[in-house]
């Protein structure tokens, strides 16, 4: 995979990254892209843009990516590029780099269910149709050879994996992304923080110490620079921090380090509608605290180096100053915590309508989920992922 950054205002050449020889290419854009980025990218291409599909919905419905097999299939394009990220790099992964769809001749939702990681397909077929990702939110898929997608007759999200999965070319623009919502760009950045901080409190060793270093540079590049483009939108060198921190963040993830609870959680409130990275904002502080309540002194040592990352960041020790978080009693739920608040982020599940009569049902499906085995406290029992949503319920009864 190269990994290329064009100015903004870049015209595409005979010798451009940009120029593969296909011509024949499908891409997918945001549901309601910037306008201005679309027409340049339209305008390079030319006719070799056989057509545009604007929107996956959240979490990457099957439905939608079925839809996109057969256009891609019918139009017979040979090549798929993503302006966006999230759902959309995922789907995208689905359709053409896992074990799937047009390799596989899928073309219906039952299909899809004999191609997932749970279901160990036999012997599946690489599609080798290249992909091209422009990023413009930090949700970092564009380097994982994992894809998400929601099962929409079940809610339940499952997962597709293949070597063959990652993209042929990154495009990273900062100014691309300046017309992508604040809703968006800074939730998922939070979401590249929940990586490097799982990361580092995963009880799971593997990896070592290069993993901790890599995951150690991604916090420190992530969260200053989330602050600062908070402060100042059009900061393209924060921006461009952030999407250098987001590669440290998905190099740790690539190790196959497990993950915990809040990875595990999220995965299960996508389905019920809370956007990509608003799940870590959400859950990364109640999962942070939880652990240090009833986690042993190893487990409180890992989020102690944690918090010593972020203190020692001046940006951080800013916000911690001003909502009087003292060095003594503050943990590492309570200053990411923090940070996530100074971002305007939502903090409960009631700021993103998932109500009290849906934590049970959610406890259950969460308990599905392999990330809360590996948790730093195992969540083996459905009370336990209970204490954890209600203390973010939000609905005035929480102890958040």
């Given at each position: 995979m190269k990994l290329t950054s064009l100015p903004s205002d870049v015209n595409p050449s005979p010798t451009s990254p940009l120029d593969f020889p296909s011509q024949k290419r499908v891409h997918i854009t945001s549901r309601t892209p910037s306008?201005?980025?679309?027409?340049?990218?339209?305008?390079?291409?030319?006719?070799?843009?056989?057509?545009?599909?604007?929107g996956i919905k959240s979490h990457t419905p099957r439905d939608d990516v079925v839809?996109?097999?057969?256009?891609?299939?019918?139009?017979?394009?040979?090549?798929l590029g993503t302006l966006c990220a999230g759902s959309l790099t995922d789907g995208a992964k689905i359709v053409l780099h896992v074990p799937t769809a047009l390799a596989n001749n899928v073309s219906t939702l039952s299909e899809f269910s004999r191609l997932t990681a749970e279901s160990k397909p036999q012997n599946p077929k690489s599609c080798l149709l290249p992909v091209i990702n422009i990023p413009t939110t930090l949700s970092g898929e564009e380097y994982s050879d994992l894809a998400g997608c929601t099962d929409t007759r079940t809610h339940h999200k499952v997962f597709f994996t293949h070597p063959s999965m990652l993209a042929q070319l990154v495009i990273l623009d900062p100014a691309l992304s300046t017309s992508t919502p604040e809703r968006i760009w800074l939730p998922t950045g939070i979401r590249a923080v929940d990586h490097c901080v799982e990361g580092l409190c995963s009880l799971d060793r593997r990896a070592g110490l290069e993993t901790d270093?890599?995951?150690?540079a991604g916090l420190k590049l992530l969260v200053p620079s989330l602050l600062l483009t908070k402060r100042k939108w059009e900061d393209e060198k924060a921006r461009f921090d952030s999407m250098l921190g987001v590669i440290e963040s998905m190099k740790g993830v690539s190790t196959g380090l497990s993950m915990g609870g809040s990875h595990g959680i999220g995965y299960q409130l996508g389905p019920l509608g809370v956007e990509h990275g608003e799940t870590s904002c959400i859950m990364l502080p109640a999962v942070l605290k939880y652990n240090a309540r009833h986690g042993d002194d190893e487990i409180r040592a890992w989020e102690q180096k944690v918090l010593n990352i972020l203190r020692d960041q001046a940006t951080v020790a800013e916000v911690l100053k001003r909502k009087g978080l003292q060095?003594?009693?503050?943990?590492?739920?309570?200053?990411?915590?923090?940070?996530?608040?100074?971002?305007?982020?939502?903090?409960?599940?009631?700021?993103?309508?998932?109500?009290?009569?849906?934590?049970?049902?959610?406890a259950v499906k969460c308990l599905k989920d392999a990330w809360l085995r590996t948790n730093p406290v195992p969540l083996l029992e459905k009370r336990q992922v209970l204490d954890i949503l209600e203390a973010v319920v939000g609905d005035g009864k929480s102890h958040l």
């Open positions: 306008t201005d980025n679309l027409t340049r990218l339209q305008k390079a291409l030319g006719d070799k843009i056989v057509g545009v599909r604007q839809e996109i097999v057969n256009d891609v299939r019918a139009k017979g394009a040979d090549i270093r890599v995951l150690t060095k003594e009693t503050a943990d590492a739920g309570d200053v990411v915590g923090a940070i996530i608040s100074e971002l305007g982020m939502p903090r409960t599940l009631n700021d993103v309508g998932v109500g009290r009569e849906k934590l049970d049902d959610l």
